[in-house]
Each structure stands twice: as C-alpha cells, then as structure tokens.
C-alpha cells in the first residue's frame, strides 16, 4: 500500500514530514510513500535520516514539485495556481489512485478546497467535514466533527454532519446504531443559537435507521461517554478541540512540576515514574494526531501543523489504516442506506 | 455585607444552596445572607445544617417566594410571570439596594432576562456577558466571554465584549493594558465565521488607549498565557468551559486509576498523596465556579448548576468580593474611558 505525502506542509517543514513519514514505514514494512515537494530539499532530508530509520529508504520515493501552497494563500487563488504545488501534484495522484490515499499537515482551507477538486465527494454529500476521536471516560470513545473544515454552517451541513460521524462511529468502531447528538449551551430545546436549533428540528423529525438522534448535548457530555458522535460547526468544534489539547498539555506541566517541587517528591516521583508516564500517554495529544476528512471519496488525512515526527508519523499511521480499512467506500455505502 | 441567594436554583437544589451559603459566611464573620424560596422549604435546611456551620443561622435569613423559575421557562413567560419566585424575589431586592449582591445556580437564560429588567445594563452596553478566568501556563489568568448569555453575537456585540473582558482585567487583576484577541479557527485575516472576520475588521480599525487588540488567537492560545482576555461567542465559549471542565474531571479520574492500578503503584500513590492532592485541587472545576455576569448595573454571580455545596460556597464568596470591590462600578467607569 502506497500513500501520497505533501511533505512541504506543517510549521516544522519537510524535516518533521519526512522523517514521520519514515518512522511509520519502519513500523509498516509491505508499505511506501511518496514525497511531494522540492527534490533538493527532499533529498537532502533522506540523507540525513536518524540511522535507524535508513533501512526504510527504499520504499520513499520524491515527487518533484516547484512550489509550494502558503497558509496565506485564499481558495480562490488556490484553484487558479498552477498544478506544480506540493499539495496540488500530492492530491492529484491520489486522483489518478496512482497511491490509496493523501496526508499533508498544511492549511486546512487549501486541502479542503483542492481535495474537492480533485477527490471528489460521496453522493449526496456537500461539503467534506473534519472530525477525530476523543477518549472518553469509560474508556471509549466519541466523535466530534466538525473541526473547522466549515464555519458558518447550515442547519442542512449540520444534518449532514449527523450521517458522517454516524457512519464514522458503525464502520471504525463497530457501534450499530450510534448514538448522535448536537453540541448545545444547554439541553432544553428553547435554547442555542439559530442553526443549532433548526438543526435540532430536523433530526428530530424523523426516526433514523442507521443512528439514534439522542438531542443536545453540553461540552462536558462529549469525554461523558454518553453519546458516539457530537455534531458542531467548525467554528465551535474548532475551539474545544484545540482548547482541550492546550488544558492538557498545561495540566502535564503542572502535574510534573508538582512533582519536581521539593526533594521528597522527587524521590517518589521516581518510584511513580511509570504511572505518571502512562498518565502522560494518555494525555499525549500527538497520540491522537490526525484528523479525517469525512466525505470525500477517497482516503485524506490532515495532520496538525504544529506535529512533530512523532506526531506525523502517528497520522501516516491513520492514513494506512483508513485506506486499508476502505473507509470512504464503506462511509459512502452506509450514507445511503439511512 | 449582604447578599441575596435564589436558594432554589440549582440541579441539587435547596440542599447545596442553603449548606453553601452557610459554609461561606462561616468563613466570613462580617456577612450576612437572605436566602429566597418557599420558608418551610428552607427552615428545615437551616434545620439539617451540620453542627459544624450552625453558628452562621443568626446570619441567614429566610425570605419566603411562593414558586420557582423552571429550567424550561422561556424568557417571555418569565417576564410576564407573578414577581413571587425566589429568582424574581432575589433581584428585586438587589434593585431597592437592600443587599450589595445577588447570586443564582438556576438557569442562565432567566437570570440574564430579569437581571437585565431589575437591575439594568451599565450606560453604552447592549446585553450581560458571562466570563470567568481560566488559569494559564505561567501561573497567570485569561478572562473568557462569552459563556454563553448570548449566542447568535453580532461583530458589534463581539467588539463590546472585548471592551468588558478588558476592563475586568485591569479591575480585577491590575493589568494595565490588557491584551485582547478573538477567537477564531485560525490566525489568518482570511479565517474564520462572518461575524469573527467583521469583529476583527472593527477592532483592527483604531487603536484602543485601554486595551491592546493583538488578533485572532486559537483555542490553544487561551491556557498559553499570550493573552488577558479572549472574546468569542457565547455557542463557542460555554463549549470550550464545558468541555475543558469535562476533560479535567476526566483526566484526574484517570490519574487516580493509574495510581490504584496494582500493588507497588499503589505504596507510591500513598506517599506520592500530597502532590496528587495539590494537583487535583488546580484541576478542580469547583474551585473556579461562579461566573461574572458583566455589563450590569450591580453585583450578579452564576453558579454552575451542578455545582454542590463546596462550589456553591465559592461562587458565594465571589459574590461578596465582586461587591466588596465594587466591580460594575469600575467597570462602567473604565468602560467610559476608552
């Protein structure tokens, strides 16, 4: 199985997109990658590979491409630059399906609007959406989409968004009849702003076959575990999600500064070292780096701009699984069966 | 000092409400309390006080309200209902001045609706705006509005709470020139909902002399420490406190499991109970309840709604000391100097 890589995107550059891409590779040895992007500066970052990770070298290819896509760049502009981008050559062989599916960490708005272009939609479907999955207390887990792919959302995307991470939870975790819920300021049906509580109307109109609508929700409800899906627009699931990685990368710190404060705590916090690790694992947001985008007809994962190797390596992961997995296929094939 | 309490709001009732209070004054020699709602209904709380708070009964008085504000009324009804519940009872107290402060844990869209008919808005300002302040990386605070008094914003109201979250921080925590950012999906001019983007038109067109406008800023940026105050809707901002308050509760549910999970680990949590136990305590949402309701005329505090008697006790306490600072006051006189 063989991916395509827009090894030009994320905050850390080609450095951290290719030695991520080569980290998963060494854990997934029947795979290969394709590196969009510059060849010299491709080049000069195989060479310089951490020497445990050399032997996967055969199997990353580079993809020249001129230029790159900027952060900056509107979607308008996007559609009329030439097809030599990183982004644009990365998308467009997965078109061709030259490879199973596309992962870059660059802007989300420039991957949205050429994966359109380029992939394609499921039937029915209008716009992609992005979600992840969030651990909950029990030890499960719950959806949230969407996470910024769209703001300003109608009722109608809401609805949308409903069957996406319905079809989300049945076909990844095996849920038969999940439970979704719209994300709300409060549970009683006056309250919520305009869309929300259309959004509401509409899904409560209807029984559906292949998810139960369970109404609102409060944010608290989503790590609860009683729901599998909570739908928002982009605006809001945007907000909670990347505040809730900050608050836990603020609560690592001060658990480990409570922990170094002081000569006896230091003492004990060697003996609770393996606890205390465990407890950051859990918290790691890079462990749950790599978002899907729900709706497209093809494989394309988003990985955070800020991810390191580690962390691009945890999404190239996700992008194989999710290609193996044909989970655009199979999403598409439970959309219409509602 | 005297406050008056809407002793039937809450999901736990007269229970939390009536032990809270008494916990509070028993930690403040000088206050006193008036506690709205049926008398029978609270004379037998003050009956049930634990041994340990009973010495604060000579300073609880019993105010008796026939009914209650249900949860479910809509603002219409409310404004039309008889002036005998204890949520009516209770401001109209604090509007004749007979108290300093007024505080409720019952629903968030009847204490903005009739607040705002007794006891007004500071002169300039369209509606109240809920904000409490999150605890940041470097030990410091970010002021957060709106929780969610308001949804639907339009950029204008958006622009006003950015004016009310920055003369909270100079008020209350003495910064001089407070640094207030939007929050949006991304940093980029170009990102981000209609309302967001015309906000941010408003606030980059002059120079404010009380505040510094630095932009937008993601959901991360708030626990960062980048900056005082942090303006966004109200749909947005009670998602954000929700779901930061439920990944605490359920981080620290994981942290105690990891210490009881086998034998060592658990010799290790003994000794390592009071950094945990400090811990746990910054991560209490208990501790940071009750929610500023800025923009009145006078003194108003929101208790959580499952807030129990411990964090009804804090938001008491805040309460008095919003009053004792006279907070709207210097609010509105900041607010005027802009």
Known sequence: MRIAVDAMGGDLGPRATVEGVAHALSLLPANSAVLHGPSHVLDAQLDALPKSLRFTRSRLQVSHADTVVHEADRPSQLLRMPEETSLHRCLMSLARDEVSAAISGGSTGALMVLARRYIGMSAGLERPAISC???????????????????????????????????????????????????????????????????????????????EYTGFVEGGGMFAGDVDVVVCDGDVGNAVLKSSEGLARMLGKRLQHRFEDGIWTRIVSFMARPALTRFHHELDPVRYNGASFLGLAKTVVKSHGSADARGFSFAVQRAFSEAEERLPQRLASRLLDV
Chains 1, 2 share one sequence.
């Open 133 to 211: 999955a969030v651990p909950t207390e029990g030890g499960g887990r719950c959806y949230l989409l969407d996470l910024g792919a769209n703001v300003d959302s109608s009722p109608e995307m809401l609805v949308q968004f409903a069957h996406m991470g319905a079809a989300m939870a049945s076909v990844v975790d095996g849920v038969a009849r999940p439970r979704v819920a719209l994300l709300n300021v409060g549970v009683e049906p006056s309250k919520g702003a305009h869309r929300v509580r259309q959004a509401h109307v509409r899904l409560s109109a209807v029984p559906y076959r292949s998810f």
